[in-house]
C-alpha cells in the first residue's frame, strides 16, 4: 500500500495541478493487500496467549489456608438446622476441607462447655478458634497431629438455641471427621489436657536453658 504526497510547485494553484494529475512524490508504508487483516490476526493472537497465561497462573496452586473453626449463636430458623437430641454428634468437612453448619440444642442440657475433636491436620498449620456462644477457646495438639479444642464460659449453647460451626472455605483435611461432645465427663477433660503436659515440658526446658546462658 502507498501513499500518495502531492507537493504542488510554487507558483501552481491546486485547480491547476488537478488538471495535470502530476505525483510529486510516493511513500511505501509496507503494508500490501491483505496486510492489515494480518495485523489484526496477529493481535488477536497475541491476546490469546496473553490470556491463556493469565488463566494458568490464576489456576496454579494457591497459598496454603490454616484451619479455622468458629462456633457461633444464631437467629436462623431451628427448621433449617439439625436437631441434636444428644450431647455428641459428629459432621463432616466438605471436599475443599471447609464448611458450614447450623445445629440445634435439643437436649435436656444447656452447654456450659464444648469439646470438638478435629482430624488430623499438617502439623504446620496454625488452628484458629473462636466465636460468640463461648468467652474462651484452646487448642490441645495432641498425639498423631489431631487436636482437641475446648470452648467454655458464658454465654454458651442453652435449650433449644440454634448455633454454626464456620470451618471456612478451606484448611481442614477434604472430608474430614469431627467429634463434638457437649459438657463432657471430668475424665475426658483431665485427657484433653493431659496433651498440654509435653508442650509445657518442653517450654520449662527452653526457659531454663535461657536463664543458664543469661
Known sequence: MQMVLFLPPSGITPSELAKTGYTLAAIDLG??????????????????????????LQAGPQPAVDPRLIVNNTHVPVSSC????????????NPSGGGMFCFTN?????????????????PTDVIT???????????????????V??????????IGDSFTI???????????????VANPEPSSLA????????????RIRHLRVLIRRG
Open 166 to 180: 464456620d470451618l471456612g472455605a478451606s484448611g481442614w483435611p477434604p472430608n474430614g471427621e469431627f467429634h463434638a
Open 106 to 122: 435439643d437436649s435436656t442440657e444447656a452447654w456450659t462447655f464444648f469439646e470438638i475433636d478435629t482430624p488430623a491436620f499438617d
Open 31 to 56: 503494508i500490501h493487500p491483505g496486510g492489515a487483516r494480518m495485523i489484526r490476526l496477529r493481535v488477536l493472537l497475541l491476546t490469546a496467549i496473553v490470556l491463556a497465561f493469565v488463566a494458568q
Open 82 to 93: 439439625t436437631s441434636l437430641t444428644m450431647l455428641s454428634f459428629d459432621f463432616m468437612a
Open 149 to 158: 479444642i475446648d470452648f467454655s464460659g458464658g454465654p454458651g449453647i442453652g
Open 129 to 147: 478458634c473462636g466465636g460468640t456462644s463461648f468467652e474462651t477457646c484452646v487448642v490441645l495438639r495432641q498425639p498423631g497431629d489431631f487436636a
Open 191 to 202: 485427657l484433653s489436657f493431659a496433651g498440654l503436659v509435653p508442650l509445657l515440658g518442653r
